[in-house]
């Protein structure tokens, strides 16, 4: 989102970028008659939608632009075809993430981006200092319980504001009491026992490393979380058949599609979509294109696709759709 007169010269330099393309793959008379297919299109975009990005598409017979609600890394494509998968591979790619770290007296809750951390909320006990309160076990527990309840309460609030995989990294008795009471579960990829009350930054950075490194997994966690959450309260809807249906109702939210999906399918998977539409996937050029049209409707409608090991949604039957929860 930027001002309109910013926006227009990026996309002039877009312009000049896909001409010399153009230039080094086609006939001076191609390039001359998509260049103006590329200037009307971007003559015609809508600056008042307050959408996060634009992708453009040009052929010979074809000129669209689609508003989504994704960020995506700036990029000319000039091939013979072109695949909705190429928006999708140009998201912007940092890692997003909450840090929860919880000691007797205090809890902290970071906002992360890839190293960068800030302090979004400070919680502390009521009882903070006060040796007496520690004398009798029963009232000790009880205040640990209500500490731990007042935690998960503020963490959701900025769970709904913040969708984020969530870290949480704390002493044992408090991690224990958490783990038990929290209503927040679904949002957890790692548990970390240890004392962090008093860490500074640099120090919660070196925690986090070794799992950053392997934010692929990281993010497969959380996603796989999010769609038993949603498979759980009938929001999720499994294999393409039924994909396609909530697709196509405008309900998507979050796409979530194995990475061979469609290698797989042209190995022999053939799909009845029966009252969907007229038609059966007999081969794999007639499944990649409603699994193309199913990204481009919830890329269109606010919703975001991602990409996910192969095997890793075996019981989703490679692809699953979280639904919208529509709120009064």
């Known amino acids: 989102m930027c001002g309109k007169y ?3 010269q990026r996309l002039r330099g877009a312009e000049e970028i896909a001409r010399e393309k153009l230039l080094e793959q086609y006939s001076a008379f191609v390039a001359d008659f998509m260049l103006k297919k590329i200037k009307a299109l971007v ?31 700036e990029k000319v494509i000039v091939k013979q075809s072109f695949e909705i998968k190429d928006v999708i591979s140009n998201k912007q790619r940092v890692k997003e993430y909450l840090l929860l770290t919880i000691g007797n007296n205090k809890a902290n809750l970071f906002l992360c981006a ?19 309160s520690f004398i009798n076990p029963q009232d000790n527990e009880m205040r640990k319980k209500k500490f731990i309840h007042h935690i998960d309460d503020v963490l959701n609030i900025i769970l709904n504001a913040y969708p984020l995989p969530l870290f949480v990294a704390g ?11 929290s209503k927040n ?18 120090q919660l950075k070196d925690l986090l490393s070794p799992y950053l490194k392997n934010w692929k997994n990281i993010k497969e966690k959380y996603l796989l979380l999010q769609l038993a959450k949603a498979s759980n309260a009938g929001k999720c809807a499994k294999g393409i058949i039924d994909v396609y249906k909530v697709a196509s109702q405008r309900k ?9 999906y469609l290698s797989v399918a042209s190995k022999g998977e053939s ?30 409608n606010g919703g975001d696709v991602e990409f996910v090991s192969n095997g890793l949604l075996e019981n989703f039957m490679h692809i699953a759709l979280i639904q919208k929860v529509l709120t009064v």
Do not use: C, P, W
């Open 43 to 73: 003559d015609s975009i809508d600056y008042s939608t307050y959408k996060k990005s634009i992708a453009l598409y040009i052929s010979a017979d074809i000129g669209k632009v689609s508003y989504l609600d994704i960020e995506v890394e």
């Open 6 to 8: 910013k926006l227009a």
């Open 185 to 202: 579960s679904d949002h957890i990829v790692e548990y970390i026992t240890g004392d962090y009350e008093k860490a500074n930054k640099e």
């Open 171 to 181: 002493i044992k008795d408090s991690m224990n009491y958490f783990i038990q009471l």
């Open 271 to 300: 799909v009845q979509l029966g009252t969907v539409e007229n038609s059966t996937f007999e081969n794999s050029n007639s499944l990649k294109n409603t699994v193309d049209d199913v990204i481009e409707i919830i890329l269109e």
């Open 114 to 132: 890839d190293d960068h951390l800030k302090v979004l909320v400070t919680n502390t006990s009521d009882h903070t200092g006060d040796v007496s």
């Open 252 to 260: 998507g939210k979050l796409l979530i599609i194995e990475r061979d």
